[in-house]
């Protein structure tokens, strides 16, 4: 397995421009989430998806912000329009959530991508 | 939810068990601890997990205390690449996951 896919790698814009953010999670994974870390602020959970569906965006950190995932293997965060501030490193995990998820075993463990790392001049 | 502190940074002699504390005292019944650690500039790596019994696996062991208001992750022979930040998560209620700021361990050789 390849792993959670993360592209770009990097990325560096200008101020005012839209940026779009890509993660392919592990194969048969049901959970994504979005993730930001940033010196000062450390690793922020952003938003997560469960079955493709958002289930908590309220990391999000404003309407610049905005994230989607159309199927099982793929999922994008855009920032539009990017400002100075969201310079950071952005990282997508996957997950297999199991029924009852308190259970024993693998449940919950996130497996992160090698994230992204933005520049926004 | 429960919140958890660490120590800042902590420093270990390379082949010497690692010990990194958490104190997670408003937890609750049904909440999990789970430890990740991330090396720098790559995504965090789940460590280990554990209810209220102590866990061991190939990477780490979990002891975590009768009242279940700290728990310790034991490296048992620290090597140069355990050099990392750990951080100790309580689960929450859904699937999100809350990191803090984590300990810094530095093994030195």
């Known amino acids: 397995d390849a792993g959670v896919i993360q592209s770009p790698r990097h990325e560096v814009t200008e101020m005012g421009q839209e940026v779009t953010l890509r993660c392919k999670p592990i194969?048969?994974?049901?959970?994504l989430f979005w993730y930001r870390q940033t010196m000062m602020r450390g690793l922020e959970l952003l938003i997560y998806?469960?079955?493709?569906?958002?289930?908590?965006d309220s990391g999000m950190p404003e309407d610049r912000f905005s994230a989607k995932m159309p199927n099982a293997s793929f999922s994008t965060l855009k920032i539009q329009p990017s400002e100075p501030r969201d310079s950071a490193v952005y990282f997508c995990?996957?997950?297999?959530?199991?029924?009852?998820?308190?259970?024993?075993?693998?449940?919950?463990?996130?497996?992160f991508g090698p994230g992204t790392r933005l520049t926004v001049l | 939810d429960a919140k958890t502190t660490q120590p800042p940074s902590m420093d270990c002699a390379e082949g010497r068990a690692a010990n990194l504390p958490c104190n997670h005292s408003?937890?609750?019944?049904?909440?999990?601890v789970y430890w990740y650690r991330q090396i720098h500039s790559q995504g965090p790596q789940y460590i280990i997990h554990g209810l209220k019994n102590n866990e061991t696996n190939e990477m780490a062991s979990l002891i975590i205390t009768e009242d279940r208001k700290s728990s310790t992750l034991i490296l048992p022979h620290a090597t140069l690449r355990d050099t990392a930040v750990y951080y100790c998560?309580?689960?929450?209620?859904?699937?999100?996951?809350?990191f803090g700021t984590g300990t810094s361990l530095t093994v030195i050789p």
């Open positions: 998806f469960n079955n493709n569906v958002p289930i908590d």
């Open positions: 995990a996957s997950s297999k959530q199991g029924p009852g998820t308190s259970g024993r075993g693998r449940y919950n463990e996130q497996f």
């Open positions: 408003t937890i609750s019944g049904n909440e999990y």
């Open positions: 194969s048969g994974h049901n959970s």
């Open positions: 998560i309580v689960r929450v209620t859904g699937n999100q996951f809350y």
